[in-house]
């Protein structure tokens, strides 16, 4: 295997949002720049630079009729769904690369994930209630159980605590955790929309409207489509967003390898 530099990884992520671009202008699904791809198309033209990954979403009716046409596409896009069939621990939808493989580190231990260098698509649904709201925390609750290993300096206690929800939680297939999340998620009829799985979840509360008009912005030298009401999500979600943080680090570590 061969290591891949980190401005081949931004290279070959911005050639899989191109290709994803030009699947859905084809066929014309509509979908958005969003989190912090929205705020680097916003202030810096392009990806943020001390970021790593690419951000995209569409509402749960554009993203059905994605799931259909790439499926009776001609391998136009490598794409991994969430789904009871694929034995992933992402809850959103993955457009990688092939012949690639990432390690990610969770909690200081390098996971090997088969999917490669990717971009990120998350599906924008109606708001659940409390119950279903709740339910999908523990969803996603035991799906961290489940990839996380114990810090090393983590108290003896948190270690126990750990290992016993490891031990409680094995059974339950990784897929299956992910399906359901995947499911109780897309179940709402509220005029409400946010990601219901998202970190930001709590935070995204929008009126549908806000997903119905788009406009076009400069990103990485790409004409790309983000919402016209931008400047609201961003706010509730991040508050003062046009200010970089203190700590230009990136969020996450990846390590890339051809194979």
């Known amino acids: 295997m061969n290591e891949v530099a980190d401005h081949e990884i931004k290279a070959i992520q911005l050639r899989l949002l191109s290709d994803f671009d030009r699947f859905c ?12 791809s929205l705020i680097g198309a916003i202030r810096h033209g392009g ?7 690419i951000d995209v979403a ?32 992402y809850v959103m939808t993955k457009i990688h690369e092939k012949m690639t493989i ?5 909690d200081g231990e390098d996971r ?22 709740k339910l999908i925390e523990l ?12 810090k090393e300096s983590a108290l003896k206690i948190t270690k126990y605590i750990l290992l016993l929800a490891k031990l409680v939680f094995r059974m339950i297939p990784t897929r299956l955790v992910v399906f359901f999340v995947d499911l109780v998620s897309s179940g709402s009829r509220t005029t409400r929309m946010g990601c ?16 119905d008009k788009f406009i076009d912005v400069n990103f990485e030298g790409m004409s790309l489509p983000i919402p016209a009401d931008y400047d609201l999500i961003l706010k ?11 700590d230009k680090t990136t969020q996450h570590t990846v390590r890339s390898f051809t194979l």
């Open 112 to 133: 090997l994930n088969r999917i490669g260098i990717n971009i990120d698509l998350f599906v924008v649904d109606n708001k659940v209630n409390w119950l279903r709201a």
């Open 47 to 53: 990806m943020i630079p001390w970021d790593d990954d």
């Open 139 to 150: 969803l996603l609750l035991i799906l961290n159980v489940k990839i996380v290993s114990p």
């Open 196 to 211: 219901n799985y998202s970190i930001y979840r709590h935070k995204e509360d929008f009126n549908k409207c806000i997903f």
């Open 58 to 89: 569409m509402t749960r009716r554009e993203y059905r009729k994605f799931i259909k046409l790439v499926r009776l596409s001609e391998n136009e896009l490598c794409v991994s769904f969430p789904s009871f069939q694929n034995n992933t621990a």
């Open 102 to 106: 990432i390690y990610e580190d969770f």
């Open 25 to 36: 202008k084809t066929h014309h699904i509509q979908y958005f720049l969003y989190y912090g």
């Open 236 to 246: 509730k979600i991040y508050g003062n967003y046009m200010q970089p943080p203190v």
